[in-house]
């Protein structure tokens, strides 16, 4: 009875625990990209359907996420004097709201329109909250107590309905426009405003899908499912209530409050995701969620920002210590056991056998037939009996033998291997036969095995790689470039594909020296293993998973960062294991090969001239002028962002003048692994850039580009010589005149001093005036020249105290200052001529190749400038001087430790 009262207090107290624990394997499935680890707090989110997405945070700064990197709108643009607070795209354009105005952002023509809101909008309370939709093609604004509609024939907003809401109390799709006030949920129509239904407690969040709706209350959540004009059914979600945020995506519904954030279950339970002071995502509390058209999950914290692609849903992510042991083997023969504690388990976790004591030595390699197991240590090998539990007698040779590989081919005889000497172990027979290092030519130590099925063993070494068939040892010539290779795999087809760092190659052993390329890697990635099943070839790296499927495509899928050792095994045709670290993920293949079947987009960012943004996010198929003899970089990206695109196909064909000789070479397509294409210096006329993804079914991005001056600044330009040619004249006019009258003036007093030789003051005082005016000109330049001098020593300073800090940004530097952030943008491009942020940036990439130069390492340079990230610190770095910075540091070390100087 004590014991049953024991058990029972210990369940209470642990289920009491639960929600302060959060669900590890959840958390690491919201991932934060490359080029959002300087965006956070963010406020509200606009998808562009070509791809993109907008992003505004609450200091009121909007930046486009192109899937690779974000650009600020304030480069290009600038921003309205009062604060932005909301954001939506609708009609082929950015939406920003104010307080007062509404601001169409037209990216293509650069255009920006201000619409002002009603006049009872105006006279609401100054904190009163705001939201942008776009509902059916439609442009709403909500705010308290209104809704208002874009009228497109009137190009004006128009109020449709008013009354006692909040803002972030409704909810609006093409079907539902649903309202909360107090403990009421009102739906709003055509006819008018009515009751659906009322709650026991104040409604606190909506969100909805479809026919459905999620109501949380103080008290609880609701699914309420939803007709017409009314709820046809109610379901309590959860008991656990007060969530502020609500958000229907792939894998369930997203729930957050001051808590932080929590899963919720159809089962009602609750299940905690993120704590605010959790360290795999930075922050305090929750600013945002929201789930997009294709059900990721985007989430936001006043420190950072994560996104949980909707492919997600087909992963499952674990949290614990990566297994002792993983035996080693074909896999077709054996699937891998892991060793956990003193338990030798399978993938699913089911236990099959106890491991003896090994006092405490650590095991370096394990391997399994049908009935028997062995590992290695630092003493020998050993094995064990599966089906009895009892001790293998090994012959000496391979009891005494140290190996740090251990491997079972699929004739059941097992491979020994310790540095570059190999032994082969028959356990039926007990054969045993030691190759020594004779077998091979000085091709280094061996990493592993692997066993085709089809009568070869492949043995991998570091600088090669060796097959083993009908009792020949032949080596393979393979690229150097290639090696190490870091895993093998052989497909139902017979092919051989390797993983290295410079990708995924398929090597023809039918055809001596062929490897052909199926995949090349990113700057920095690296692939740690490769396998398959029957959904195709899985390679994972450092940056994503690769999917090969069987007619050759292949597609991205970003997952966490791997930490530690990693390794890949298939448990079912369906079903593949990854082990990273502390992590592991469980990947239903055929679901998630399914997903990727939709190739992504090329999106273009950002359009550079003249040094500087000239465009942000241009749509596809769309026409924007350039500037004609100026160099045009295009930085792109690729959408949806789990979707890691490597390179791109880029094609530009000249429309007009067919005659041009340069319209040859441009019509042919170029490849580029940059995340910027670059257009050299081109006549004016009409060209279409086409930009595609090689080997993934994507269709063009299109691009229309008119390579002219446009009319209106040629005749700006004349208007401005004008006017300064007009000033001039006049000023020139002015002065012969001038002088003229004082030819004349100074011919009548000579003559009068010669009649009436008395001095006159009056004839003085005009060059005293003229004296004492230039001294006031010039002692007021003076302090001009002073007061703008002083405010540069001081920004200076205040950069140089301030840029190796990583979230140093343009608000600390204004408030270091002491003045707004658009005015600090507005005083740095009158004196330096360019952007807050791109000073930083100069700033420390200069200093970058000073530390380069000292002989320091990629990762300590990028800390020591502000960098948390040394694979974006290298992009950025690129960028900047043309050379990636080991290339920098390896072409510029020689010559300063050589220099004549030292």
């Given at each position: 009875m004590k014991r049953l009262l024991l058990c029972l207090i210990w369940v209470i107290s642990t289920f009491f625990c639960l929600p302060l624990q959060a669900h590890h394997g959840l958390e690491t499935s919201f991932q934060a990209y490359p080029g959002l680890q300087a965006v956070a707090n963010v406020r509200d989110i606009a998808y562009q359907p070509g791809g993109g997405v907008w992003l505004l945070n609450h200091q009121g700064e909007v930046v486009f996420f192109d899937g690779h990197q974000t650009h600020p709108l304030s480069d290009v643009l600038s921003l309205p004097e009062e604060k932005v607070t909301a954001i939506a795209f609708a009609h082929d354009a950015?939406?920003?709201?104010?307080?007062?105005?509404?601001?169409?952002?037209?990216?293509?023509?650069?255009?920006?329109?201000?619409?002002?809101?009603?006049?009872?909008?105006?006279?609401?309370?100054?904190?009163?909250?705001?939201?942008?939709?776009?509902?059916?093609?439609?442009?709403?604004?909500?705010?308290?107590?209104?809704?208002?509609?874009?009228?497109?024939?009137?190009?004006?907003?128009?109020?449709?309905?008013?009354?006692?809401?909040?803002?972030?109390?409704?909810?609006?799709?093409?079907?539902?426009?649903?309202?909360?006030?107090?403990?009421?949920?009102?739906?709003?129509?055509?006819?008018?405003?009515?009751?659906?239904?009322?709650f026991n407690s104040p409604i606190t969040a909506i969100t909805g899908q479809d026919s459905r709706a999620w109501v949380s209350t103080h008290n609880a959540v609701y699914l309420l499912a939803l007709d017409e004009d009314s709820v046809t059914g109610q379901h309590i979600l959860t008991q656990q209530g007060g969530f502020h945020y609500l958000a229907s995506g792939a894998g369930g519904v997203w729930a957050a409050n001051e808590q932080g954030l929590f899963l919720l279950s159809l089962d009602g339970s609750a299940s905690p995701v993120w704590t605010p002071g959790q360290n795999a995502i930075d922050g305090t509390r929750v600013?945002?969620?929201?789930?997009?058209?294709?059900?990721?999950?985007?989430?936001?914290?006043?420190?950072?920002?994560?996104?949980?692609?909707?492919?997600?849903?087909?992963?499952?992510?674990?949290?614990?210590?990566?297994?002792?042991?993983?035996?080693?083997?074909?896999?077709?023969?054996?699937?891998?056991?892991?060793?956990?504690?003193?338990?030798?388990?399978?993938?699913?976790?089911?236990?099959?056998?106890?491991?003896?004591?090994?006092?405490?030595?650590?095991?370096?390699?394990?391997?399994?037939?049908?009935?028997?197991?062995?590992?290695?240590?630092?003493?020998?090998?050993?094995g064990l009996d599966t089906r009895t539990g009892s001790r293998l007698t090994l012959p000496e040779p391979v009891a005494n033998f140290a190996a740090e590989h251990l491997y079972t081919d699929a004739a059941g005889t097992l491979w020994l291997a310790k540095g570059p000497q190999l032994i082969r172990y028959w356990p039926a027979s007990e054969t045993v036969v030691d190759y020594g290092t004779g077998w091979q030519v000085d091709e280094g130590d061996v990493e592993g095995f692997y066993d085709d099925g089809r009568g070869s063993v492949w043995i991998r070494q570091q600088q090669g790689l060796t097959r083993y068939r009908d009792g020949q040892f032949q080596a393979i010539r393979l690229p150097v470039s290639l090696l190490p290779l870091s895993d093998l795999y052989t497909d139902e087809r017979g092919r051989l594909w390797l993983a290295s760092a410079q990708g995924i190659y398929q090597y023809d052993h039918t055809t001596p020296d062929t490897v052909s390329a199926a995949y090349l890697s990113l700057n920095n990635e690296q692939f740690h293993c490769i396998t398959g099943n029957k959904d195709g070839v899985w390679a994972y790296s450092n940056q994503a998973i690769v999917h090969i499927a069987p007619r050759g495509v292949v597609r991205t899928f970003r997952l966490p960062t791997p930490m530690g050792q990693v390794v890949c095994r298939v448990s079912n045709p369906h079903q593949l294991t990854i082990f990273s670290g502390a992590e592991r993920f469980v990947i239903n293949t055929d679901q998630l090969a399914f997903s990727l079947r939709k190739p992504p987009k090329v999106v273009i960012g950002a359009v550079w001239q003249q040094d500087r943004r000239w465009r942000i996010a241009p749509r596809q198929q769309t026409a924007m002028t350039l500037l004609e003899n100026n160099p045009t970089q295009l930085e792109w990206g690729s959408w949806p962002p789990e979707r890691q695109v490597s390179r791109v196909h880029y094609q530009l064909i000249a429309k007009r003048h067919p005659g041009n000789p340069m319209a040859g070479q441009l019509a042919a397509w170029q490849q580029t692994s940059s995340d910027t294409i670059t257009l050299a210096n081109m006549a004016g006329g009409e060209y279409q850039l086409r930009i595609a993804i090689p080997r993934d079914g994507a269709s063009h991005t299109v691009l229309n580009l008119d390579i002219s001056l446009p009319m209106l600044p040629h005749m700006l330009s004349g208007a401005i010589l004008a006017v300064f040619v007009s000033i001039v004249l006049l000023a020139v006019g002015l002065a012969f005149k001038q002088r003229y009258q004082a030819r004349q003036q100074s011919k009548r007093l000579q003559q009068h001093r010669t009649t009436q030789p008395v001095f006159d003051p009056i004839a003085a005082q005009p060059d005293a005036v003229v004296v004492e005016m230039k001294g006031h000109h010039a002692k007021r330049r003076a302090q001009c020249q002073q007061l703008r001098s002083a405010w540069i020593s001081r920004f200076m300073q205040a950069v140089e105290n301030g840029f190796t800090n990583p979230d140093f940004s343009t608000h600390e530097l204004a408030a270091a200052l002491a003045m707004s952030e658009?005015?600090?943008?507005?005083?740095?491009?009158?004196?330096?001529?360019?952007?807050?942020?791109?000073?930083?940036?100069?700033?420390?990439?200069?200093?970058?190749?000073?530390?380069?130069?000292?002989?320091?390492?990629?990762?300590?340079?990028?800390?020591?400038?502000?960098?948390?990230?040394?694979?974006?610190?290298?992009?950025r770095f690129k960028g900047y001087f043309g050379v990636s910075p080991s290339q920098y540091r390896d072409r510029i070390l020689p010559q300063v430790l050589t220099s004549p100087t030292d």
């Open positions: 950015l939406w920003m709201a104010g307080q007062n105005f509404i601001y169409r952002y037209q990216s293509g023509q650069h255009i920006v329109t201000r619409y002002r809101l009603p006049q009872t909008v105006l006279a609401r309370q100054a904190d009163a909250q705001s939201r942008l939709a776009t509902i059916d093609g439609e442009l709403w604004h909500i705010s308290d107590g209104q809704l208002s509609r874009y009228v497109v024939e009137d190009n004006s907003f128009s109020i449709w309905r008013a009354g006692q809401w909040r803002a972030e109390l409704t909810w609006m799709t093409n079907e539902h426009r649903l309202i909360a006030i107090g403990q009421a949920l009102y739906q709003v129509s055509e006819q008018g405003i009515h009751q659906i239904r009322r600013t945002f969620l929201r789930a997009d058209a294709e059900g990721g999950i985007w989430f936001s914290t006043d420190q950072s920002l994560r996104y949980r692609a909707a492919g997600q849903r087909w992963i499952a992510h674990q949290h614990g210590p990566f297994p002792q042991a993983i035996t080693q083997g074909f896999s077709k023969a054996s699937d891998p056991w892991l060793l956990r504690g003193r338990h030798w388990r399978d993938l699913n976790g089911r236990w099959l056998a106890r491991m003896p004591d090994q006092n405490g030595d650590k095991i370096k390699s394990a391997a399994r037939q049908a009935t028997q197991l062995w590992w290695s240590t630092e003493n020998g090998v050993a658009r005015n600090l943008q507005r005083k740095c491009r009158q004196y330096f001529h360019i952007t807050v942020t791109s000073y930083i940036t100069q700033k420390r990439l200069t200093y970058a190749s000073g530390l380069l130069k000292q002989g320091m390492s990629i990762t300590e340079t990028a800390e020591a400038c502000g960098y948390r990230d040394p694979a974006y610190f290298s992009q």
